[in-house]
């Protein structure tokens, strides 16, 4: 597993929904998005990611694209799109 893995990533490497839940509530798996999980803390890369496998047709927006774009130079402080 990587930083970021979705569920149906989980499940393909054979772990069940109630393995999942149980990492998530010990902490070895942060859930970031529904369906989304991060095995390391994640930075606001990652988050951008993170967004981009929760809904593929996403289109990040205002000081996300300008940094994303090398527009902005201070990272946001959160992800929009």
Same mark, same amino acid.
Do not use: N
């Given at each position: 597993?990587?930083?970021?893995?979705?569920?149906?990533?989980?499940?393909?490497?054979?772990?069940?929904?109630?393995?999942?839940?149980?990492?998530?509530?010990?902490g070895r798996l942060t859930r970031l998005l529904p369906g989304v999980y991060a095995t390391e803390?994640?930075?606001?890369?990652?988050?951008?990611? !993170?967004?981009? #496998? +929760?809904?593929?047709?996403?289109?990040?927006?205002? @000081?996300? !694209?300008?940094? #994303? +774009?090398?527009?902005?130079?201070?990272?946001?402080? @959160?992800?929009?799109?």
């Amino acid at each position: 597993m990587g930083v970021l893995t979705t569920k149906a990533q989980l499940i393909a490497q054979g772990l069940s929904v109630s393995t999942i839940s149980r990492r998530s509530r010990s902490g070895r798996l942060t859930r970031l998005l529904p369906g989304v999980y991060a095995t390391e803390k994640p930075g606001y890369m990652d988050l951008c990611r !993170a967004v981009a #496998l +929760w809904k593929p047709d996403a289109v990040f927006s205002h @000081s996300t !694209a300008g940094w #994303l +774009w090398g527009l902005v130079e201070a990272e946001p402080r @959160s992800v929009e799109a």
